[in-house]
């Protein structure tokens, strides 16, 4: 489950590290609070939302079985645990 998760955090803060590279390229202060304006870290918020929400839609569309797939779930056979598959 962390893996996930730290995907999707990972995908959030691609815009800020963009900006911040963009700021270092340009050799404007990093660290400068002038540097990080009100408006332009609420488009980098909304352009890292908007990343994060395209990532789930991708992720749910193509992950998984297929949609005409047969879940079997966990059983034993003979004593042995055999693990749940997609048919």
């Known amino acids: ?20 590279a963009f700021l270092v390229a340009t050799r404007s202060g990093l660290l400068v609070r002038s540097s990080w304006p009100l408006h332009v870290v609420a488009r980098l918020l909304i352009g890292a939302l908007v990343l994060v929400v395209i990532s789930f839609i991708l992720l749910a569309h193509y992950s998984g079985a297929p949609p005409d797939s047969t879940y079997v779930p966990a059983h034993l056979e003979n004593g042995r645990l055999v693990p749940g598959v997609e048919k």
């Open 1 to 20: 489950m962390i893996r996930p998760v730290l995907t999707e955090i990972g995908i959030f803060l691609i815009p800020f590290a963009l900006y911040a």
